[in-house]
Nanobody
Framework: HVQLVESGGGSVQAGGSLRLSCTAS????????VAWFRETPGKEREGVAA????????YYGDSVKGRFFISRDNAKNTMYLQMNSLQPDDTAMYYC????????????????????WGQGTQVTVS
């Protein structure tokens, strides 16, 4: 079982930046791909960014390409999402997720119903 805890959310003005963190409590962290998703009321959950086991592979949703950057530090069991040029449409609850499956991680990085989820951190852009 993988427990995930997000941090770093908050309120920021349009054009500003935030960095989210997600720390996992698992001894085999580098066996899992990890990703960020976001949700707003009335909208479907959206995949934001995903990163492979060693950090060499990344995958981004179209709406954040060139503005958000995902990274991971396997020594710290932590993943990061650097969010730049934030816009009001980026306002959402952001969740981190982890998965080690062929479908979402091994074959290629894709968004979907990943196995493990954190509780979320709110990002508000005004």
């Amino acid at each position: 079982h993988v427990q995930l805890v997000e941090s770093g959310g908050g309120s920021v003005q349009a054009g500003g930046s935030l960095r989210l963190s997600c720390t996992a409590s698992v001894s085999t962290y580098n066996n899992y791909c990890v990703a960020w998703f976001r949700e707003t009321p009335g909208k479907e959950r959206e995949g934001v960014a995903a990163i492979g086991l060693s950090g060499g592979r990344t995958y981004y949703g179209d709406s954040v390409k060139g503005r958000f950057f995902i990274s991971r530090d396997n020594a710290k069991n932590t993943m990061y999402l650097q969010m730049n040029s934030l816009q009001p449409d980026d306002t959402a609850m952001y969740y981190c997720a982890a998965d080690a499956s062929w479908q979402f991680c091994v074959s290629k990085l894709t968004f979907g119903e990943w196995k493990y989820w954190g509780q979320g951190t709110q990002v508000t852009v005004s």
